[in-house]
């Protein structure tokens, strides 16, 4: 058993106080096996691990060749949650969590999986995507982070080189100012090598080659111009720095050593290297072509070593769970993911002054209807970031922006938020004009009923909000917002003409009353 403390920059955790320890479990189908960790969060914040074991698993090999899981691979996965579900019930687990990354993600029949596990174990598998796998990573590394000071100096590239696809995140102040999914992975690349295993000079030149293509995309997405450091997570990485003798919880692991390991690797097969180095086959197979790929992103990036973090998703996952127990919430680094938005909006070169102002009557208007619409802290959340970014369709053209912020912002990542919040923002960002969410738009009518409850509500505030601020002058600073007698009445000091933003507000209101049944009125108030 070991002691994993909680990171000193995680809010709500260390010193917050539970009454008795809870037991938690969580659940990682990856795509060389199942993993599980069971712990217990004490009373002072801290987590006593108490079992990790994993199953190794093929799914990726399967996921990536055929586009679906097996009828065995799903009964083989099944077995193993059921022995895992026996030890949770053995501990007493009274929280857990189970997530499938990109091997599930991939495959056409991953409902089928999901229902399947369920159905014969009772663990609820949650199917996640790029940008949440970023964001758990991120939240266990970054108590690595926090412990070097050095580090926050320069830029970092955070990236994990997983089966299918390759999350990056963009680390500036110790915060992540943009991610991405880039779909090259170990498996990705092994379906490319298939045919050219003769000649080892041309496996070297096209993985170099996919790596460039990706890192052209690293550097058009994310906003940086020099990275001072490259951080790789995964278990290829954490391999090497097994292998190469790294120490700490960033251990630097040089090109020329990664070069090397790699050659090494090269010249024996799967069975052999399990053999030499105590892992499975299946682990192996990834272990060459990733050597390779890293020691081409550090020529590629003048830097001179590859930081490897020992941390992993299911430390994240485990975070996250103390997390919410701790203090009631599952939203995680919400400062993180408004700093990804305020880059996206640098980006398209939106007015940042009027997006933040938003963002801020839009929280004042949110928290003063609480009662109304029983939303919250994600919602919150998705609602700030929609108005930091509602205007970005202004870089395509300005006649029917709203629909353009709805196309870039679909086609686009922000740290934190799923597919389908980012769904929920594109279409609140499409309906702060205009005409209102109805059943004949198409994007809209394909959300699932509570996502559309969701857009209707955060849009109507939306409207009001960016109604208020028509100027993009923010003359409307910290006002007292109630609901009286039908109205949502907004009193704002007497200071300013506020005759524009009272006609703007009467054109948008429409919407906010036919959702709240509230009239939103601007009362100005001599001071």
């Known amino acids: ?153 320069e830029d970092s590239l955070m990236f994990e080189l997983s089966a299918g696809s390759t999350e990056w995140a963009l680390v500036r102040g110790g915060d992540v100012a943009g991610s991405l999914t880039y779909d090259l992975g170990t498996l990705r690349i092994r379906e490319l090598l298939r045919g050219e295993e003769a000649d080892r000079r041309a496996v070297t030149r096209l993985i170099q080659h996919n790596v460039r293509e990706m890192v052209n995309e690293v550097k058009r997405t994310l906003p940086f111009e020099k990275v001072g450091n490259l951080i790789a997570i995964g278990p290829e990485a954490r391999f090497a720095a097994r292998a190469l003798k790294g120490e700490g919880d960033l251990a630097a692991v040089s090109a020329k050593d990664l070069r090397t390991l790699a050659d090494q690797i090269f010249a024996m097969t799967p069975a052999e290297v399990a053999a030499s180095f105590s892992i499975t086959s299946v682990e192996a197979e990834s272990l060459a072509p990733a050597f390779i790929a890293y020691a081409e992103l550090i020529r590629l990036n003048p830097v001179d070593r590859l930081l490897v973090a020992r941390a992993g998703i299911r430390d994240g996952l485990l975070l996250q769970v103390a997390k919410s127990i701790q203090s009631g919430s599952s939203v995680f680094f919400p400062e993180q993911t408004i700093a990804a938005a305020l880059n996206l909006a640098r980006k398209y070169h939106a007015d940042e002054r009027h997006g933040l102002h938003t963002a801020a009557l839009a929280r004042n208007i949110f928290d003063a209807t609480q009662s109304q619409h029983g939303m919250g802290e994600m919602e919150r959340l998705l609602l700030e970031v929609a108005s930091i970014v509602h205007d970005i369709g202004n870089y395509v053209a300005a006649r029917g922006h709203h629909r353009h912020a709805y196309y870039l912002l679909v086609n686009s990542e922000v740290f934190g938020l799923s597919k389908m919040d980012l769904e929920i923002v594109a279409n609140v960002a499409r309906y702060h004009r205009k005409a209102g969410p109805q059943s004949d738009h198409p994007a809209y009518a394909a959300l699932p009923r509570a996502a559309r409850l969701t857009v209707n509500r955060l849009s109507a505030i939306l409207r009001v909000a960016d109604a208020l601020d028509k100027a993009h002058g923010q003359r409307i600073q910290n006002p007292r917002i109630t609901v009286e007698e039908g109205e949502l009445r907004i009193a704002a000091d007497g200071t300013e003409d506020l005759a524009l933003e009272r006609l703007t507000l009467d054109q948008k209101s429409g919407l906010f009353e036919e959702v709240f049944g509230l009239k939103p009125v601007l009362a100005e108030e001599v001071t």
């Open 1 to 153: 058993m070991s002691e994993l403390a909680p990171p000193p920059t995680l809010p709500g955790l260390a010193g917050a106080g539970t009454a008795a320890p809870s037991v938690l479990s969580v659940i990682d189908v990856g795509s060389s096996g199942v993993r599980m960790l069971l712990a217990e969060l004490k009373p002072d914040g801290t987590v006593r691990i108490l079992e990790d074991v994993q199953k190794p698993l093929a799914l990726g090999r399967e996921t990536f060749r055929t586009g679906t899981l097996s009828a065995a691979s799903i009964q083989k996965a099944v077995n193993m949650l059921r022995q895992y579900r026996a030890m949770m019930d053995s501990y007493g687990v009274t929280h857990t969590r189970a997530v499938a990354t990109s091997a599930v993600r991939s495959a056409l029949n991953r409902d089928t999986f999901v229902d399947r596990v369920f159905l014969a174990t009772g663990i609820e598998v949650e199917v996640i995507e790029g940008s949440q796998e970023t964001l758990l990573t991120f939240a266990a590394v970054q108590r690595a982070l926090a412990a070097r000071p050095d580090l926050i100096v």
